[in-house]
């Protein structure tokens, strides 16, 4: 993320990923231990999560978001 974030600074980036990315992108930046067990974190199929930086810091916008799929 840190290298897609500084090759295209000011710009807008979509990465189409899976799961376990999002899973560790999460763990990584906010320094979470990989103890196993406590919590989950389970990203729902076609979810966009959003990442912003600014002066080095990620913020996370949104995490799991399905607004945009409709459900029966």
């Given at each position: 993320?840190?290298?897609l974030?500084g090759?295209y600074?000011g710009?807008t980036?979509?990465a189409?990923?899976?799961?376990g990315?999002i899973v560790v ?12 067990g406590?919590a989950?974190l389970?990203?729902r199929?076609?979810?966009l999560?959003?990442w912003s930086r600014s ?11 399905t607004?945009?799929?409709?459900y029966?």
């Amino acid at each position: 993320m840190d290298r897609l974030a500084g090759r295209y600074a000011g710009q807008t980036v979509v990465a189409v990923t899976h799961a376990g990315f999002i899973v560790v992108s999460i763990l990584e930046l906010f320094d979470i231990p990989r103890s196993g067990g406590r919590a989950w974190l389970d990203p729902r199929p076609t979810a966009l999560t959003e990442w912003s930086r600014s002066n080095g810091i990620w913020r996370l916008e949104r995490y799991n978001d399905t607004s945009h799929v409709y459900y029966r």
